[in-house]
C-alpha cells in the first residue's frame, strides 16, 4: 500500500521568501505523486504531478517539485510567497491501473505574512 | 470553460432528515467521485462512478447512496445525517480510472451542517 506523510500543519512565511512545504512517500513501486492546493471554502486544483518523465516538475503560480527516489521525497518550493499563496496543501499518491487508489496527505496550511 | 459544479455550496439540515448533494460536469468524463472533508483532514473517497458501475469504498457507511442517471449528473444521498457527517462534500471527475494517469478534476464543494 502507498502512502504520503506531511510533516506539520502550518507553514509560515513571509511575502517574497521562500516556500518549502514537505512530502515524504511510501510505496513499494514507482508512483504518481500530485500536490493539490485547496482555498478556503474550495474544491482542491492540481498543482503539478509526477509521472517519471522528470524528477523536476513545474506547476501552476510558480510552484515546483523535485522527485528524489533515493530521499523518497517529493518537496514543493516556490522561491517567493505572494499572499495569494495563502491556502492549504495537500500532497497525494497513486500508483497505476484501474484499481489504483489516490491517498492524501493531512494537508499544510501555509500562511503568508506581509 | 468546462467544470464540475455542486449545487449548493452551503447545506443545512437537520439531524436525521435526508439530505441530497448535487454534482454536474460538462467535461464528458467517465468517472465520477465524492469524496468527504472533515475540517482540518484530507478527503476521504467515499464512491465512485465508472460509467454506471458502482464502486463503494470498503468502509463507507450505509447511510450515505449515491445514484449517476446520466453521464453528466451524479448525487449523494445521506439517509440519515448524523451530527458526525458535517462536513466539506467533494466532488470530482476523471476521465479514467487510472488515478495516476487521469487527472482528477474537482468541484467547489458543498459545506454541511448538521442541527
Known amino acids: 500500500a502507498q502512502s504520503v506523510t506531511q510533516l506539520g500543519s502550518h507553514v509560515s512565511v513571509s511575502e517574497g521568501a521562500l516556500v518549502l512545504l514537505r512530502c515524504n512517500y511510501s510505496s513499494s513501486v514507482p508512483p504518481y505523486l500530485f500536490w493539490y492546493v485547496q482555498y478556503p471554502n474550495q474544491g482542491l486544483q492540481l498543482l503539478l504531478k509526477?509521472?517519471?518523465?522528470?524528477?523536476l516538475v513545474k506547476g501552476i503560480n510558480g510552484f515546483e517539485a523535485e522527485f528524489k527516489k533515493s530521499e523518497t521525497s517529493f518537496h514543493l518550493t516556490k522561491p517567493s510567497a505572494h499572499m495569494s499563496d495563502a491556502a492549504e496543501y495537500f500532497c497525494?499518491?497513486?500508483?497505476?491501473?484501474?484499481?489504483?487508489?489516490?491517498?492524501f496527505g493531512k494537508g499544510i496550511t501555509l500562511s503568508v505574512r506581509p | 470553460d468546462a467544470m464540475v459544479i455542486q449545487n449548493p455550496r452551503y447545506q443545512v439540515t437537520q439531524f436525521g432528515k435526508p439530505v441530497t448533494l448535487s454534482c454536474s460536469q460538462t467535461l464528458n468524463h467517465n468517472v465520477m467521485y465524492w469524496y468527504q472533508q472533515k475540517s482540518s483532514q484530507a478527503p476521504k473517497l467515499l464512491f465512485h462512478y465508472y460509467d454506471k458501475d458502482f464502486n463503494n469504498e470498503a468502509d463507507t457507511p450505509d447511510n450515505f447512496q449515491s445514484r449517476r442517471p446520466n453521464t453528466s449528473f451524479c448525487f449523494l444521498d445521506i439517509r440519515s445525517p448524523g451530527l458526525g457527517d458535517a462536513a466539506m462534500y467533494l466532488c470530482?471527475?476523471?476521465?479514467?480510472?487510472?488515478?495516476?494517469?487521469?487527472?482528477?478534476?474537482f468541484g467547489p464543494g458543498t459545506r454541511l451542517t448538521v442541527t
Open positions: 497525494a499518491v497513486s500508483l497505476t491501473g484501474a484499481n489504483s487508489k489516490l491517498t
Open positions: 509526477y509521472t517519471s518523465a522528470a524528477t
Open positions: 470530482a471527475t476523471s476521465r479514467g480510472r487510472d488515478r495516476g494517469k487521469y487527472e482528477q478534476y
